[in-house]
């Protein structure tokens, strides 16, 4: 369904809106009252994770000139890569600093955030945004 979104407002839009919806998401399972509200907040992270993982590379190909798409992809999954344990490394130590697994994951929103802060500043040619 998030295809039609990139479709109309573009990659860089869709991208900033499931970061929104992923901070928020992450925010309510850290805060989360009672155990509905925990299942509310994984619902809108498995909502919203497949939207930017597809959106990422919808608006990749729409910024990277045609020349350089193969290094630009290939720089894009090794970054990924080198940085997949970034995440699981804050959600450990901060498990283990605040002896609680749900105040662990309050990093995830952090990360959302700074992507967000970081895309605003991308200017893509070409795409919707």
């Known amino acids: 369904l998030f295809g039609f979104v990139d479709d109309k407002v573009g990659g860089k839009a869709t991208v900033l809106l499931s970061l929104v919806a992923l901070s928020i998401a992450t925010v309510i399972a850290v805060t989360a009252p009672s155990r509905a509200w925990f299942w509310v907040a994984g619902i809108g992270i498995g909502l919203f994770v497949g939207p930017n993982q597809s959106a990422s590379r919808s608006l990749m190909a729409r910024v990277a000139p045609p020349h350089l798409r193969a290094e ?37 929103a952090g990360l959302f955030i700074l992507g967000l802060i970081l895309l605003i500043r991308v200017k893509p040619k070409g795409d919707f945004a």
């Open 72 to 108: 630009m992809f290939g720089l894009y999954a090794l970054s990924g890569k080198a940085t997949a344990f970034l995440a699981p490394a804050l959600i450990a130590l901060t498990s283990d600093l605040t002896g609680s697994q749900r105040l662990g994951i309050a990093p995830v």
